[in-house]
């Protein structure tokens, strides 16, 4: 297992270091010989990562990166209405090979700007499958791993449907039903009683998974469908594990389960893995939190990295869906004499944080009283008088504690939030992707690889439930008079089908003369989706509906 240590020592980069300590090679290594299908595809994504990102984190350990020995391209990141994505249709063009808008997940845009981006008004909000969806319906494993909770964004985006990103109780239970294999991360709290259905996802993931809460546990699992929750929200920084949440397991701990679990598939696998938390850190400008928690992403990557050799028949994309605060080496400080200064000088202020700018302040007592300790934490220490007056006078000190920290280290931002870089692409394996492509290729490469037609797949799962079965002579409604469980009934003569949004089931009740109610509940392949306009509903459950 590959791992990275926060305890670097004395970092004694000197002028006269040898570049051949740092040097990488020019081009990806060569894949392992192809063997014959299935391929499995591992996709690992960075959110909100950037390029300067892996070259402050390439400085900061002395050692190259795990990706570094597979870079192969770039990727345009930009949006049906914008040249700065949202992490939503990013993952959305990332899993379905569709642009879309802020917000939307796997579902198709209201709203083009964009040049080249093509869709119709009356394809709006239509959902589109991805290729998770599509390797499922091949028989392969699935499953989703990240730092967040697992109904964010990404995640979101290779497992399920919504017109909000922010609709974490549709999206969990989508993912609930959506039968996966492998669903590690946090979320814990989108499962259970406090959900606005009223519905307790728990017991449906402890009926049909191994279901875990501790690092512990997983490491110890054994079942081949194991469901890891370990935050009611998204896990700690990596940096802060240890000291803050020791009982939750590492991305690349993770990511390893995963891939061993999926893997007993004779079928072939698709794993989906994000380092959740770099964006979440970007957008606070903390140098900190960015850095080591792209270098615990980097550990995930050499876990896959390091079965897709042994292997010899695994694609592994390793990309960013949209760079984030525009991190810069070098600021204001630095306008002259930037070509003569150390190393040291940008790295060696870094070096000395023990915590990320949100495990520092979790320390920080109401009172303040200990403010000067928890600003050591992330590496101001020995205060200066004018640092020690602006951490006193402070309103805000999420924001001072970047601002100083980042000045001592000589580190810019420009924003805090996304920005519309090109991003790095690494690739690995069979039909891998190179050159300067666009986020929508990476979604077509994933689903040629694994043998998947995205396009036929989303008519296989996505019939317009009412005017299809309208047209096999059922009177057909949508009952949304309880608007967290909209449901599809469907009648004719004495039976009726009641199908409820986000699940996988249909029960059908046939009405004798006498009055008796006979009733079958069926369990499907699918999930059905309604986008508060069309209730959408798979090939299978068309065909079983007669």
């Known amino acids: 297992m590959r791992k990275w240590s926060k305890q670097f020592g004395a970092f004694a980069v000197a002028s006269t270091l040898a570049v051949t300590a740092f040097s990488t090679p020019s081009q990806a290594e060569t894949p392992a010989p192809q063997k014959e299908e299935p391929t499995n595809v591992i996709m690992l994504i960075m959110d909100g990562s950037s390029d300067n990102v ?32 949202d992490s939503a249709p990013a993952a959305t063009a990332l899993a379905t090979g569709h642009k879309s808008n802020s917000g939307y997940v796997g579902v198709l845009p209201s709203n083009i700007t964009m040049p080249g981006v093509e869709g119709s008004e009356e394809d709006a909000f239509k959902p589109v499958a991805n290729v998770l969806e599509g390797a499922q319906l091949k028989g392969m494993a ?17 497992s399920a449907h919504a017109t909000s990103r922010s609709n974490y109780d549709d999206i969990a239970e989508q993912q609930v039903y959506r039968n996966m294999d492998v669903v590690l991360g946090g979320g814990l709290a989108s499962l259970q009683q406090t959900r606005k259905d009223g519905e307790n996802l728990l017991p449906v993931v402890e009926k049909n998974y191994d279901f875990v809460q501790t690092r512990e546990a997983l490491l110890a699992a054994d079942g081949d469908k194991i469901w890891g929750a370990f935050a009611p929200s998204a896990l700690a920084y990596d940096f802060d594990r240890e000291k803050t949440n020791p009982e939750q397991p590492t991305l690349a701990e993770m990511t390893s389960k995963a891939i061993d679990t999926l893997n007993e598939d004779k079928d072939g696998f698709f794993l989906m893995v994000e380092g959740s938390k770099i964006d979440w850190a970007a957008h606070a400008n903390d140098p900190i939190g960015m850095v080591t928690d792209f270098l615990s992403f980097d550990a995930a990557v050499g876990e896959a990295l390091d079965f897709a050799k042994e292997d010899g028949n ?3 994309i390793a990309v960013t869906d949209h760079a984030n605060s525009g991190i810069t080496i070098g600021n204001t400080n630095t306008n002259s004499g930037y070509d003569k200064m150390d190393i040291t000088e940008y790295i060696n202020p870094l070096k000395e944080a023990t915590m990320t700018l949100e495990g520092a302040l979790s320390q920080l007592k109401e009172d303040r009283s200990n403010l000067e300790e928890v600003a050591a934490l992330y590496g101001l220490k020995d205060l200066t008088a004018a640092e020690r007056t602006a951490l006193q006078n402070s309103k805000n000190l999420n924001q001072t504690f970047v601002q100083l920290l980042s000045t001592r280290a000589n580190i810019g931002f420009t924003t805090g939030g996304h920005t519309g870089d090109d991003v790095f692409l690494y690739s690995y394996g069979p039909n891998r992707p190179t050159g300067l492509i666009d986020n929508t290729d990476l979604a077509k490469v994933m689903a040629e690889t694994m043998n998947v037609d995205l396009a036929q797949t989303t008519d296989i799962l996505f019939n317009d439930g009412v005017a299809t079965l309208q047209a096999k002579g059922f009177d057909v409604t949508v009952d949304t008079s309880d608007k967290a469980n ?20 249909v029960q059908k009740d046939r009405i004798s003369k006498n009055g008796r109610v006979l009733s079958l509940t069926k369990k499907f392949n699918s999930v059905h989706f309604y986008n508060d306009q069309h209730f959408y509903i798979s090939d299978e459950v068309v065909n079983f509906i007669n």
């Open 142 to 158: 699935t499953g989703i791993v990240s730092t967040s909770e697992i109904q964010h964004a990404t995640p979101a985006g290779f």
């Open 314 to 316: 695994t694609l592994v």
């Open 54 to 85: 892996s070259t402050l984190a390439r400085w900061y350990t002395g050692q190259p990166n795990n990706v570094d020995e597979i870079l192969t391209g770039a990727v345009r990141t930009y949006s049906a209405e914008s040249a700065i994505s």
């Open 486 to 505: 909209p449901t599809l009934v469907a009648k004719k003569a004495n039976v009726v089908y009641t199908l409820h949004e986000n699940k996988n089931t």
